[in-house]
């Protein structure tokens, strides 16, 4: 992913959910596409390490096969081999399809362009060492194309090549906006050239329609902004303070006024597994949702907080799954409220 977005590939990441609820196989400009939503894609690339397709993703890639749609896939020659966890001889009879085009990754952005025939692309000069990222938006009368250069010590230079009538640039300083220089090549198409300082970045215009090349707002300082209205500001959520800072007592060990997360491995340590679990752990199946506990197990927090003044006529305690703990305040015991929660429901 990252590869295919230094070498200025435009795509989307494809969720199989998604997919399967809002997908269906269309046509676009006479060539057979998966229609996702309002979005119609002519390519689908198959990572080298997806091994599994859930049902729906394998029918409607079925279906868009044998109509002529082309699946790119970077996986080896036996993936993908499982239909909703399940090995499936299916599978082989999918990666069976002539439409279905097993290529090494580095030769992807070189196939999808040649393939899909994009309406804009970004091409970085040979020699380029800089690290560079574009986003394109397509409007009704023409796209914004932004390009970044994140390297702090090299400078990038490339082209553009569109379909459109004409470029325009936007000072992102100043709002201003400026007819940009291009060229029209034999194939019908506008070709741009650009140079871009390192931690520097452009923002273009590709005009659908022909606009007169100088094209200028007001400076900056000239502007006069007026308000709309009066200016109205609303308390949308109660202030609400972290308490991060905790008493902690488990098992042999306890600690004093320490960070939350310090707390937490040490409860989790005094309980018997490694460390805190849920901050970094690989989880095997369900190794560690079967964890048992001794009946002595557990471990006691105190959160302290001084309120100044009066105590307010309001004021909640935030505690996620509080239903998992006997708490009390200031020697109190309390407990949620029916149908109350903030946030999230547990």
Known sequence: VTNLAKEQLEFDLGSEAVITARGSVTEVDGQP?????????????????????????????????????????????????????????ACTA??????????????????????????????????NQAIVYHHRRQLADGDILFIANISNDSGTTGNIISHCEGFREIDL??????????????????????????????????????IPAAIQTSPIGEANLLPLSDIEIQRLDDNNLILDYVDIAAGKASASKVFWKEAAALTFKENGLRGNIWDHCVQF?????????????????????????????????????????????????????????WLDRS
């Open 33 to 89: 596409a998966l229609q996702i939503g309002e979005c119609a894609y002519t390519a689908v690339i198959i990572p080298a390490e997806m091994e599994n397709l859930d049902r729906g993703v394998f029918d409607l890639l079925t279906s868009y096969l044998e109509k002529g749609g082309v699946v790119f896939s970077c996986a080896a020659q036996d993936v993908p081999a499982y239909i909703d966890g399940n090995p499936d001889d």
């Open 94 to 127: 999918l990666r069976a399809n002539d439409n279905w085009k097993i290529i090494a990754p580095e030769e992807v952005t070189a196939r999808i362009n040649e393939h899909c025939k994009p309406s804009v692309e970004v091409i970085l000069d040979t020699e």
């Open 173 to 210: 300083d100043t709002g201003d906006i400026y007819g940009y220089e291009s060229v029209a090549a034999a194939d019908g198409q506008l070709h741009a050239s650009f140079s871009i300082p390192p931690c520097g970045s452009i923002m273009l215009f590709l005009d659908k329609k022909e």
């Open 285 to 341: 199946r369900d190794e560690l949702l079967q964890t048992q506990f001794e009946a002595d197990s557990g471990f006691t927090a105190h959160y302290n907080f001084t309120i100044e003044g009066s105590v307010p006529t309001e004021l909640y305690a935030v505690i996620e799954r509080a239903d998992l703990y006997t708490i009390t305040c200031n020697g109190k015991t309390v407990a949620a409220e029916n149908g109350s929660w």
